[in-house]
């Protein structure tokens, strides 16, 4: 199993073009979103179209670990 963590604040691409580019790639990619945008409307689109969840900064080691640990579990 893959993982990715994509921060959606990147400067050639919006974070939401990356999801459903690696989501049209493989369906099954498994996408954590790391963002510093409170934007629910954005993070939700990005929750709809495949990321798995989301992880606003600043974050700590942990929170990225149990995001980690959830999705292998599933």
Request: charged content about 30%; hydrophobic content about 40%.
């Amino acid at each position: 199993m893959k993982i990715s963590i994509l921060d959606l604040g990147m400067p050639k691409k919006d974070g939401l073009t990356v999801v459903k580019e690696i989501m049209d790639y493989d369906p099954n990619a498994k996408i954590i979103l790391i963002t510093a945008s409170d934007d629910q409307k954005i993070i939700g689109e990005c929750l709809k179209h495949g990321a798995k969840s989301h992880i606003s900064k600043p974050f700590d080691f942990n929170s990225v670990l149990k995001s980690i640990t959830e999705l292998l579990e599933n």
